[in-house]
């Protein structure tokens, strides 16, 4: 629970990596996930991380997690077109399992 | 592949008035939420229900909303009467019981409501 920042806005050229990134000050987070949005559409689970992880990977998608720094960040290779969205990272409440969300980072991909 | 579906996608109505909004989780899912996003903030969390009735309820949730799941497939949440400020987009979210947080949350589509 508690804040969870993003950037606001990213622009990278297909074809490029891009990463997002996260921070978060609750230190009992357990699990913490990134959601993806596309235009018109809800909120679609990516990838979770759970706390004792350093990093995840899923095929085009690396999460890694710096638990002393409360940094998460998500690294997606060969970003292409369809990728532009808007990414949310999240953790969980306090109190259970209702999720905390950021601001959400708006990934545009130019050709 | 099954999901979650809300409707109407749009709602514009004027202040003090009433509005439910409409969702439908997944079938074989127990836990259900309603999260809002206010333009340019946030997604929040309102509200969780499971076994009928409220499980856990954020500071936004007051004595102006309600939830229900009338009928074993639909789940609402009812605005008793609408501010200027409950202008914003309701997403509806459900989980199939299970332990572990790494149960995943499915949300919908979203109802982008107006209050005029």
């Known amino acids: 629970g508690e804040d969870v920042e993003q950037s606001l806005f990213l622009s990278v050229r297909e074809g490029d990596s891009s990463v997002i990134n996260c921070t978060y000050t609750?230190?009992?987070?357990?699990?913490l996930y990134w959601y993806k949005q596309e235009p018109g559409a809800g909120l679609q689970l990516l990838t979770y991380i759970f706390s004792n992880m350093d990093m995840k990977q899923d095929q085009r998608l690396t999460v890694l997690l710096n638990k002393k720094d409360k940094h998460l960040s998500l690294r997606i290779a060969d970003t292409q077109t369809g990728d532009s969205a808007i990414y949310f990272c999240a953790d969980h409440s306090n109190s259970g399992y209702a999720l905390n969300f950021g601001k959400g980072t708006s990934l545009l991909v130019t050709p | 592949e099954p999901e979650v579906t809300q409707t109407p996608s749009h709602q514009v109505t004027q202040m003090g008035q009433e509005v439910i909004l409409r969702c439908v989780p997944i079938s074989n899912h127990l836990y259900f939420y309603w999260y809002r996003q206010i333009l340019g903030q946030k997604v929040e969390f309102l509200v969780s229900f499971y076994n009928n009735e409220i499980s856990e309820k954020s500071e936004i949730f007051d004595d102006q909303f309600s939830v229900e799941r009338p009928d074993g497939s639909n789940f609402t949440l009812k605005i008793r009467s609408t501010k200027l400020e409950d202008s914003a987009m309701y997403f509806c979210a459900s989980r199939r019981e299970a332990g572990g947080f790494e149960e995943t949350q499915y949300f919908g589509p979203g109802t982008r409501l107006l209050v005029l």
């Open positions: 609750d230190s009992s987070s357990t699990y």
